[in-house]
């Protein structure tokens, strides 16, 4: 069974550190954002291996960073592009309500509901111990899946909104993997920013 959990209840959740704001963008400057990085960032689809059969990822993505180091996920390693002006916009406004520093953010297109993201946590090495991600989303809102690894019953979907900011922290990669679903329904795009700290290779 599935819970629809509210933003007041994830400080419940075991073994994590999640915090949601839900109107960190104006929805004036969320649609801007939106609108330029759907026409302005240089999306690519990558073949991805998953139980020994390759495919193309079911969404869009594009990786830019402040560094020259690449990052590498499921099989596929991306080199990054700089920074654009929004990205970097919208990292300094994480910035007012975050301590952490991010390297690299990595954007993901959903175009519609076939789009998807399978279950995962944001673990690689390279990531480094306990990692935090700010994870910003703009267009249609779609549900983000959390499961825990040691208990199956711990299942949750928060609904992210258009313009909302997800913070996770701590242990969370650790215990929890989360995904994006794909849906039967009809929604629009959505793009989802996901800023971390790539650690310099020795």
Request: net charge positive.
């Amino acid at each position: 069974m599935v819970t629809i959990i509210k933003q007041t209840e994830l400080h419940h959740l075991p073994d994590a550190e999640i915090r949601y704001v839900p109107h960190f963008l104006p929805v004036s400057l969320a649609n801007n954002y939106f609108d330029d990085l759907f026409h302005r960032i240089p999306w690519r689809q990558d073949p991805i291996t998953v139980f020994g059969k390759t495919h193309l990822q079911p969404r869009l993505t594009s990786l830019h960073a402040h560094t020259l180091d690449s990052y590498s996920y499921s099989g596929i390693v991306m080199t990054p592009l700089p920074m654009t002006q929004t990205l970097q916009r919208i990292e300094n406004r994480i910035y007012q309500l975050c301590d952490e520093s991010f390297t690299t953010v990595l954007l993901n297109l959903y175009r519609d509901g076939k789009d998807s993201n399978g279950w995962h946590a944001d673990d690689e090495a390279e990531l480094g111990k306990n990692p935090v991600i700010a994870s910003l989303s703009l267009g249609a809102p779609r549900f983000f899946h959390l499961r825990h690894n040691q208990d199956p019953k711990q299942r949750y979907k928060l609904l992210l909104e258009h313009g909302s900011l997800l913070l996770m922290g701590g242990e969370t990669q650790h215990h929890w993997k989360h995904q994006v679903a794909k849906t039967a329904k009809k929604v629009g795009p959505r793009i989802n920013l996901t800023f971390r700290k790539i650690f310099h290779s020795n």
